[in-house]
């Protein structure tokens, strides 16, 4: 965890220290809690959807965990830059990213995103992003 901050130059949390709960009998216990506290940058909880690949998308892994903590400011670039490393995806393959029923745009960030779809983009807390694999078309020249 502390490698992940530093690569990212993000302050390292601190470790929060259990305390003492009095008990009317015997020995104090301890509490146990979280041993770090995610940063208040990163303020934004996603689940991702895959609704699906069009014939020819070709082959690729798919996504182990699909629920990421990330930047209000990071951009639907940032997200498909994170699903084709995850997934290994072929550089023709193209994701379409949705929130709602909004076909998303590369520079629009999270934030944005939840401001203007709103709770209709929200499920138990988190902005659910559906996406899918496409292949480009070839061009002829």
């Known amino acids: 965890m502390h490698d992940f901050y530093k690569e990212r130059g993000l ?11 009095p008990v009317s009998r015997g020995r104090p216990r301890k509490v146990l809690g979280s041993a770090f506290r995610i940063p208040p940058e990163l303020d934004f909880s996603l689940r991702l959807e895959f ?5 020819g998308a070709g082959n690729f892994k798919p996504l182990k965990k699909k629920f990421v903590r990330v ?11 994170f699903l084709r490393r995850k997934m290994e995806l072929d550089p023709a393959c193209r994701v379409d990213i949705i929130c709602g029923d909004h076909l998303l745009e590369p520079h629009q960030t999270l934030r944005e995103i939840r401001q203007a779809i709103g709770d209709a983009g929200m499920q ?4 659910v992003l559906h996406y899918g694999l496409v292949v480009a078309p070839l061009t002829e020249t």
Request: zero cysteines; a negative charge.
């Open 11 to 21: 302050e390292v949390p601190k470790p929060t220290v259990p305390q003492p709960v």
């Open 51 to 55: 609704i699906g690949a069009n014939e």
């Open 71 to 81: 930047s209000g400011d990071a951009t639907i670039g940032h997200v498909e830059k």
């Open 124 to 127: 138990d807390g988190l902005l």
